[in-house]
């Protein structure tokens, strides 16, 4: 064996000796302590977790009115194990900042999208996103005809389980049934509409813990 072989091979062995036993180690300056994050969905079972896009319908254009693009993320649909009411919650990716939260009422009408299977369009008459109660007019897409399905059959499932369990809307459908059973007495009477009915609940909806809190960027 050559000198300059031997000398190769007495380097390789310095260096693998030195990477083995060589093991930094820094201590942190700073000790920071777990910070527990608070989603507000600690009481909520999720019912069902979907990707989607989202769009609300802009009345206030400049122009014309259009729909326009309000986020892309996941989409939960969770119900409250005390309240017994179901609300839907949507983050964008990425930024995690909400453009959806609002809750299911048995007086919402989920209608199928002109030209497309995979997108519904529905009224709520109060949306939470941006921290202020408002009726939008949402229109959302999946990414497949199985996940619409999935969507539309879970949205039929949580009406009905409102209707029957949250007392807030059995008040309410107890007092439309009497209403409508007894003879108009004034012109007042025959201009009640559906809207008008909800109006109660979305004030009383507003005062449940789900609101303000939900619509902080993580």
């Not at 260096?15 to 989603?39: G, K, M, N, R």
């Not at 941006?130 to 949402?138: F, G, V, Y």
């Amino acid at each position: 064996m050559s000198e300059a072989d031997e000398a190769g091979d007495r380097n390789r062995s310095v260096s693998e000796s030195s990477e083995t036993e060589y093991d930094p180690h820094f201590s942190p300056i700073i000790s920071l302590p777990e910070v527990a994050i608070i989603t507000n969905e600690e009481e909520e079972e999720v019912m069902l977790k979907l990707r989607a896009k989202l769009y609300r319908f802009d009345t206030k254009s400049d122009v014309t009115p259009e729909w326009k693009e309000r986020g892309t993320g996941e989409m939960k649909m969770l119900k409250h194990k005390d309240n017994n009411t179901v609300r839907i919650v949507m983050r964008r990716d990425k930024t995690l900042k909400v453009c959806a939260n609002h809750f299911i009422t048995p007086f919402m009408d989920l209608k199928p999208s002109i030209g497309s299977n995979k997108a519904f369009v529905y009224t709520v008459t109060g949306d939470f996103a941006d921290e202020e109660i408002k009726s939008e007019c949402l229109a959302i897409r999946f990414g497949n005809v199985d996940f619409a399905n999935q969507f539309k059959e879970k949205f039929e499932e949580a009406k009905k389980f409102v209707s029957e369990n949250c007392c807030l809307y059995q008040e309410s459908l107890d007092t439309s049934l009497e209403k409508e059973n007894e003879q108009p007495d004034s012109d007042a009477d025959e201009n009640i509409t559906p809207e008008s009915k909800t109006s109660d609940l979305t004030r009383k909806l507003s005062e449940l813990d789900v609101s303000k809190k939900e619509t902080e960027e993580q």
